[in-house]
């Protein structure tokens, strides 16, 4: 009897895990990114921006929206480590591609990442979304001309609901409520339709 209530009460407690990908050109912001992530949604502090240290390997972080938890996995960006990209692809539920939007010089570099992410067919199907961070900065790009860089390969690849740019200050915590809600309603839509 007491098998059968514990594994009833596990059966109705458990929760849904998602996994988030956390991608894009060193220095784009993914680490500051994720902290704000974890600090916004676990009420933990909010580390030092001046305390991050370029990412070698993988920093994970983990929160709970209602009955599901979105793992977050920022990959690093720098060009050595980015060909362990693709290893995540088969398992990720969500990808999400940090942009630098005060740096033009590699946009272009940026677009051809970013262009390798959507084009990979491990990555079918599965919600993507582009965030131009560092928008609280003097001289950053535009989210609108980002838009229409960006949106030529999503509209190509993903359709509408599959696919968004949204602008965020990592560092402020600006857009970081709205790019999580986006991801979350779009890994349970996908699931909901037989995804993964
Ligand atoms: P990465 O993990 O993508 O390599 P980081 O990037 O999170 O390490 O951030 C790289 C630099 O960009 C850091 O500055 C960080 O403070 C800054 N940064 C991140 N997000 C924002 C943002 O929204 N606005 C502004 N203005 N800066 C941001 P340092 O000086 O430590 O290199």
């Given amino acids: 009897m007491y098998r059968l209530i514990s594994g009833f009460i596990s059966h ?3 929760k849904e895990e998602f996994s988030v990908l956390i991608m894009g050109l060193d220095n784009a912001g993914k680490t500051t990114f994720l902290e704000r992530i974890k600090s916004t949604f676990n009420d933990t502090p909010q580390v030092d921006p001046a305390s991050i240290a370029p990412t070698i390997g993988q920093n994970i972080g983990r929160i709970t929206l209602s009955s599901s938890v979105l793992q ?3 990959l690093g960006g720098q060009r050595d480590i980015r060909s362990i990209w ?3 692809y088969s398992e990720c539920h969500a990808v999400c591609f ?3 939007s005060t740096d033009k010089e590699r946009i272009e570099e940026c677009w051809k990442v970013f262009e390798t992410i959507v ?3 491990r990555v079918d199907g599965v919600p993507t979304l582009v965030l131009a ?3 609280d900065a003097e001289g950053a790009m535009a989210v609108e001309d980002i838009k229409q860089m960006f949106n ?3 509209v190509g690849k993903l359709n509408v609901s599959e696919g968004a740019v949204m602008p965020i200050s990592a560092l402020r915590g600006d857009g970081i409520r709205e790019a999580v809600q986006w991801l979350f309603v779009r890994v349970q839509n ?3 339709e037989g995804g993964r």
């Fill in 12 to 14: 109705v407690t458990q």
């Fill in 72 to 74: 977050f996995w920022d």
């Fill in 86 to 88: 693709p290893k995540y």
């Fill in 98 to 100: 940090v942009i630098d």
């Fill in 119 to 121: 084009t990979d067919h």
């Fill in 133 to 135: 961070n560092k928008q």
């Fill in 152 to 154: 030529q390969l999503i």
């Fill in 190 to 192: 996908s699931r909901k």
